[in-house]
């Protein structure tokens, strides 16, 4: 996020986005109601485990305090099921936010009603407040319109930088605009959406997709949108064994979507797509178990499919260290296992070595952020998304309800 202003200034950034920005209004001793994604893990002890999404949000927060505004942030955490749960609080997350913007953070034990606005009266210049979990009612989630207009009404101007949320129409992404105007992206959500639109809309060539993951199924959008819009579609993960099965190949025990193998026939027939040609296998589903390399031709009997394997990390290599713009969701195999992590690993390391060389690689969120914040390799792309569902739905070509509620430009 330090980057961003040299990112607004690049040429070839996407020239599709036409949402007003946190820039075109005025912040001047306005309550900025915020949409902001806080959804973070915490361990045991309510500690956060995981600040990403806090940190990038933070530029966004930092511009309205310094314009004069106070942020009144919203957020859910976990799945809470429409009713008050201790668990699922954000008061550990003010904790860690008011470390981070070294601020007062003033925690709002509700999100509508008195308690809410009695915490935004209480907010002096320089105070951040945070409202309590918006998932402890149930009419976030309906997207109501009474809760809609409860929220506005704590605001003069409306905020959404919570990308991750932003394929869900709920009363805080969606509803809310309806009843607080301007209504306009925070610097976060106009990241991600420059980055995507570029990929999806503008590429510099060649343009190369890697989508792994266990199924087909939930990627079958993505990979039929992304198959008129590249130059190669790399195929792993637990989904290359369908493909297999598609060509007549033995694939053991492998993962296997039966369902799916007459559509897995169909885009075999495409020359764009790319699949592997070796996999690790193992004799049970365990870290621990007997593995070998074998030619996706070879698979044995009763063995598991669990990473791609050395000859296509190098086909798949080569494709991504030529491309200028590389897009990568899901991983190879099970990164989550130490003996098969390879395959994620080394697209990781690809993704980083033609970002070195001036292409733009974008991993789109969920196990593939995971995996490259484990591998401790996320600076090295141009970015990763933080939301791995309205990234999916942004790449199959959807539009996205949180983003469309914004005022055009």
């Known amino acids: 996020m330090q980057n961003f202003e040299s990112l607004q200034r690049r040429k070839k950034m996407n ?44 530029p966004t927060i930092r511009k309205i305090l310094k314009d004069g505004g106070t942020p009144i942030l919203m957020s859910h955490l976990g799945r809470p099921k429409g009713k008050p749960k201790p668990e699922f609080s954000l008061a550990p997350v003010a904790r860690k936010l008011g470390e981070l913007l070294s601020a007062k953070v003033i925690m709002a034990s509700d999100c509508i009603g008195a308690e809410a606005k009695r915490a935004i009266a209480s907010a002096k210049q320089g105070d951040v407040v945070l409202l309590e979990n918006l998932r402890f009612h149930a009419e976030e989630e309906a997207n109501d319109e009474n809760f809609s207009k409860e929220l506005a009404s704590l605001g003069d101007v409306y905020v959404n930088d919570a990308f991750g949320s932003a394929h869900r129409a709920h009363a805080s992404t969606e509803g809310v605009t309806r009843f607080l105007k301007p209504a306009v992206a ?198 990763v998304s933080t939301g791995g569902g309205a990234s999916l739905e942004f790449l199959e070509g959807k539009i996205l309800p949180g983003v469309a509620a914004l005022d055009n430009r």
């Not at 002890?45 to 806090?54: G, H, Y």
């Not at 390879?342 to 001036?358: C, H, L, S």
Request: glycine content about 10%.
């Open 186 to 383: 925070g610097y976060l959500m106009q990241k991600e959406l420059q980055y995507l639109s570029q990929a999806v809309g503008n590429p510099n060539r060649p343009y190369v997709a890697i989508i792994g993951g266990a199924k087909i199924s939930g990627k079958i959008d993505v990979i039929n949108n992304l198959l008129g819009k590249v130059d190669a579609l790399l195929i792993g993960g637990g989904m290359m064994f369908t493909f297999l099965k598609a060509m007549g190949k033995e694939i053991g025990n492998s993962i296997l979507e039966a369902d799916k193998v007459d559509l897995a026939k169909g885009l075999i027939q495409n020359k764009k797509l790319i699949l592997p040609v070796d996999c690790v296998v193992a004799e049970k589903f365990d870290n621990s178990a007997e593995k070998k390399v074998v030619s996706v031709d070879a698979i044995p009997q009763g063995w598991i499919g669990m990473d791609i394997g050395p000859k296509s990390i190098e086909l798949f290599r080569d494709e991504i260290i030529k491309s200028k713009t590389a897009v990568w969701n899901g991983p190879m195999g099970v990164f989550e296992m130490d003996n098969f992590v390879a395959g994620t690993r080394a697209i990781a390391e690809a993704m980083v070595e033609a970002t070195k060389k001036g292409a733009a690689t974008i991993v789109g969120g969920g196990d593939s952020a995971a995996a490259i914040a484990k591998f401790g390799l996320e600076k090295g792309v141009s970015h």
């Open 15 to 58: 020239t599709t986005f036409n949402k007003k920005t946190i820039d075109d209004i005025d912040l001047k001793s306005k309550k900025v109601l915020v949409r902001v994604d806080f959804n973070v893990p915490l361990d045991e002890s309510k500690n956060v485990t995981d600040d990403k999404r806090i940190v990038e949000s933070l």
